[in-house]
């Protein structure tokens, strides 16, 4: 009698669940069309209006004193929150390639994260490109940048990294918030992400130091930039609450280089050039303000790519390509790094919940373990085409690349269709190498902005990446016959050496693969290989820019690099421009700056 008592209050429960969700969703559909009410500044880049960029015109108020105080180039993660900041005391121009985030439900909605990713159209949020390694990775093209793809996992930097990189402690940590308070939530810890929690405790990865930002050795649950209807909050939306009437934001605007006036002793950047939607070229300017600048906020790849093609970079490569050499600099585009990534499928005996990555396993091996859980068993995972980004690719990775035909593949993708599927069903339990000794570097291949230039990462080419590797592989191998995994599948010895098989089998690189040899872990680590797109250098300090971010040997131009913690800065009238947006004064007026903003990159995992 208790338990029939009970119906109508669970039923009710669910069904004003159901109703609250419904209307969310709702609601999201029918406001997508009004993110222009809120991001009056945002436009496309064919509505710019210049004679020569000195007279542009902004949300119907005219810039009297001709051109811009800064141009950003790249709207990602550093850029946003830079004009943000920037816009409240100067005129600002963020131009950015790909479009805005705010209707795409392929990036705002958490089910739709692999989806996005696989889209290999010109249209995609993510641009892919596989490396010279052989391994697909992808960038982000769209105003938010990486936060508009990556797997929303948040963190704080650790200290010794802020120590490292010689950054005031106490400022970082009181400007974090500024991040916090807009995008970033406590996630809803899926059953997944509990059985992880559980089983890193139980092999020693401790202590737990539960729901935390901070970056500490042990076990913990992170932030997340998904709320709780599972909507993704990008970098984008910290543009929210810039000053509209300083700020001009073009999408669609792809740079093809930047203007330098060379007449000096050092080269002056004075403007950049770039192509809207349509193919036509325009040229937006810098004011004569003192002070004013251009940050190029690109990237790991775009920034070094963009400076080549403005004609930094090695003297030979740019005449190679018949680039008018601006400053020659061997090391633009060099020391590229990528933190490999390995993976093993977990098959479950029940379908599991969707989760992106939630708890986090920091190792005092140089290892960090994460998971993710149900999105091979959706639908779409099954039954689409994904192109050269997709399973299908993967599936066939034990034949080297020249023999992998088209034929092969539509055959495969056809049978996929009658797999059983529950045989979909299961989740991945990830080891990723923390600050990896490999390097690489980038070169172009054309002068096409919107091509991508050639990368090399050269993963595990530093013996100390491959044995960290081996190691976080071991642990994995712990988890996966963990007691609290039995829930979901039994892993003995025989089970485990068939789950490193399954995980070579499928996965999605071009790596020829060794299968059936689970004795080398070595060999294991080597074969599936594939990214957690944490790839960073090209712009190296002391090499390219200088400590204060401006490029060496130019003036008026910072590169601002999107790695773990992106800089910015709230700033005073009376100050003047310098590195990397920041402006400084004395040293009592960089102390009145009202506020610096630390933005946390939110990690793409």
């Known amino acids: 009698m208790a338990v029939v008592g009970r119906l109508p209050v669970i039923f009710i429960n669910q069904l004003l669940l159901s109703l609250l969700l419904c209307l969310h969703f709702t609601t999201l559909i029918q406001g997508a069309g009004k993110w222009e009410d809120k991001y009056p500044f945002i436009r496309e880049a064919s509505t710019f209006s210049s004679s020569d960029g000195t007279n542009n015109e902004s949300n119907g108020n005219n810039n009297k004193k001709g051109g811009y105080d800064y141009i950003i180039v790249g709207g990602g993660t550093a850029g946003c929150p830079l004009a943000n900041t920037l816009s409240q005391k100067f005129r600002v121009l963020l131009v950015e390639r790909g479009g805005v985030p705010f209707a795409n439900a392929n990036v705002s909605f958490m089910q739709n994260f692999h989806i996005s990713l696989a889209d290999t159209s010109s249209t995609s949020a993510s641009q892919y490109f596989v490396s010279t390694d052989g391994v697909f990775n992808s960038r982000a093209r769209i105003l938010g940048g990486g936060t508009c793809i990556n797997a929303g996992f948040y963190t704080r930097a650790g200290p010794s990294y802020i120590q490292k990189v010689g950054w005031d402690s106490k400022l970082v940590n009181e400007s974090y918030p500024w991040i916090e308070k807009q995008i970033v939530h406590r996630p809803n810890l899926a059953p997944w992400q509990e059985a992880v929690r559980e089983s890193l405790l139980e092999i020693g990865i401790s202590p737990f130091n539960g729901f935390t930002y901070d970056h500490i050795y042990g076990t913990k649950v992170g932030g997340t930039i998904f709320d709780r209807f599972g909507r993704r909050h990008t970098a984008a939306e910290l543009l929210a609450t810039a000053n509209p009437k300083n700020l001009d934001v073009l999408v669609h605007a792809t740079v093809q280089k930047i203007d330098f006036d060379t007449s000096g002793k050092k080269p002056r950047a004075v403007g950049v050039i770039f192509k809207d939607e349509n193919g036509k070229q325009h040229k937006a300017v810098l004011s004569k303000r003192k002070g004013s600048e251009i940050i190029v906020s690109c990237g790991a790849i775009g920034s070094p790519h963009i400076l080549m093609l403005s004609g930094i970079g090695p003297k030979a490569e740019l005449e190679k390509l018949n680039i008018p050499v601006v400053l020659d600099n061997k090391f633009v585009g060099q020391g590229m790094s990528d933190n490999p990534l390995n993976t093993i499928f977990v098959p479950t005996n029940r379908p599991v919940e969707q989760s992106l990555i939630q708890t ?228 009592d007026s960089q102390r009145e700056i009202r506020k610096r903003s630390w933005f946390v990159k939110t990690t793409l995992k």
């Not at 080891?431 to 690489?440: F, T, Y």
């Not at 712990?478 to 599948?489: D, E, L, P, Q, R």
């Not at 490029?551 to 131009?557: A, F, M, S």
């Open 360 to 587: 986090v396993g920091i190792t005092k091996v140089g290892v960090y373990v994460e998971a993710s859980s149900g999105f091979g068993q959706s639908g779409d995972s099954i039954t689409c085409n994904h192109g050269v980004a997709s399973a299908e690719i993967g599936q066939l990775s034990t034949i080297p690349p020249k023999q992998r035909t088209l034929e092969a593949i539509e055959a495969f993708r056809r049978s996929k269709k009658n797999i059983p599927h529950e045989a979909f069903r299961g989740g991945f339990i990830l080891e990723k190498i923390a600050s990896p000794l490999s390097r690489g570097n980038i070169s172009l291949v054309n002068t096409n902005p919107d091509d991508n230039p050639s990368i090399t990462f050269n993963y595990f080419s530093h013996p100390r990446d491959l044995k960290r590797c081996v190691d976080g592989i071991r642990i994995v191998e712990k988890i996966a016959k963990s007691k609290h995994f039995t829930n979901y599948t039994q892993c003995d010895k025989e089970t485990l050496d068939k789950l490193l098989n399954m995980s070579i089998q499928a996965n999605v690189n071009l790596i020829p693969k060794h299968t059936h040899n689970t004795e080398s872990l070595e060999q294991f680590c080597k074969d599936t290989v594939i990214t957690i797109w944490h790839y960073h250098g090209g712009c190296h300090v002391g090499k390219v820019i200088a400590p204060d971010h401006r490029v060496l040997g130019v003036n008026r131009l910072p590169c601002y690099r999107r790695f773990h913690i992106q800089r910015v800065a709230r700033h005073k009238s009376s100050s003047h421009g310098d590195d990397d947006g920041q402006v400084h004064g004395s040293e």
